[in-house]
């Protein structure tokens, strides 16, 4: 048993529990300098983690009717697509010095833009709703296909996007939607595509079954214990750390 792992897995799901966010953003980057994987399977790794830790909440929001299946539906029309073709790309191509070097350089700016979207989420719901103004209804739909697109790629290429950068999407376009929905339905959307990804990832080899088990081993008390301690610390402190571990990451990875 690799305890290191299962450590890691329960520090990482603890701040999964606390902030809702930071699963694939923490994970990814502590697979490639702790357990010194391939930038490619430590992305493959944390697609699997991503997804079975969030399946759980997945069905927990169904179950409280937090899942808004229409705004989900079409971020899917978007991102299956979109991941289906990078991952047959990669297949094409092979996993060449440029895609390692494109691989490592979309997580730096992933990791990166979660960094902001964590910090500035009260600011982005404002500006959201100044933007409603020219944002006719009826365009809405085209444009949620193409945000879950966008999702697709950099979830594919990175393992990052499909939670803080997803509900910051979902929230420039529908702002008026319930916070709880929002979260539940960017989780919703998550879960289907970081499993789509993950098989792609796992059938170019890129997946450490053993490390992931062990991962998984630790994360699930830590997103309980997480969910308890959330109440006793203040929110503006956890997203303040989460940040800075975020900004970190990035620039490590990035050079």
Known sequence: MDWIAVISGF????????????????M?????????????????TDLW???????????????????????AGLLLAG?????????????????????????????GIALLLTAVTV????????????LQRWLPEHRKPALTVAAGAILGVLVSLSSIGAGAIGA?????????????????????HA???????????ASLGHVDWPLLAALLMGSVPGIWIGAQLTRRMPDRL????????????GLKVIH
């Not at 990814?28 to 493959?44: D, E, H, M, Q, R």
């Not at 073709?85 to 494109?102: C, Q």
């Open 11 to 26: 520090g990482v799901g603890a701040i999964v529990g606390m902030t809702g966010v930071g699963g694939g953003s923490l």
């Open 28 to 44: 990814t980057p502590l697979l490639i300098s702790v357990f010194k994987l391939n930038p490619a399977v430590a992305i493959g």
């Open 49 to 71: 983690f991503a997804a079975l830790t969030k399946i759980s909440g997945s069905v927990a929001h169904h179950r409280h009717g937090n899942v808004d299946y229409r705004i």
């Open 79 to 107: 991102s299956i697509p979109a991941t289906l073709a990078m991952i047959g790309l990669m297949h094409a191509t092979g996993i060449t010095k440029g895609w390692a070097s494109a691989l490592t350089l979309s997580l």
């Open 119 to 130: 910090a500035y989420k009260q600011a982005w719901h404002r500006v959201a709703l100044k």
């Open 168 to 188: 910051t999407l979902i929230l420039f376009l529908y702002p008026r939607l319930e916070a709880r929905r929002l979260v539940g339905t960017d989780i919703a």
């Open 191 to 201: 879960v289907p595509l970081t499993l789509v990804a993950g098989i792609g990832h």
């Open 238 to 249: 956890v997203r303040g750390l989460l940040c800075v571990s975020l900004v970190t990451a």
